[in-house]
């Protein structure tokens, strides 16, 4: 029972570290775009 819940603790985690991953690199792939906008102007 705690060996299973400490499972789901950590898969939590892992879900919210790919997340938070994805997130920072649309903002940089976003960042990055708008920078190539203003570069360009």
């Known amino acids: 029972m705690n060996t299973q819940k400490h499972g789901s603790v950590d898969l939590k985690r892992l879900g919210i570290s790919i997340v938070v991953t994805i997130?920072?690199?649309?903002i940089v792939v976003v960042c990055s775009y708008f920078a190539g906008l203003v570069l360009c102007r």
């Open 23 to 26: 997130l920072f690199f649309i």
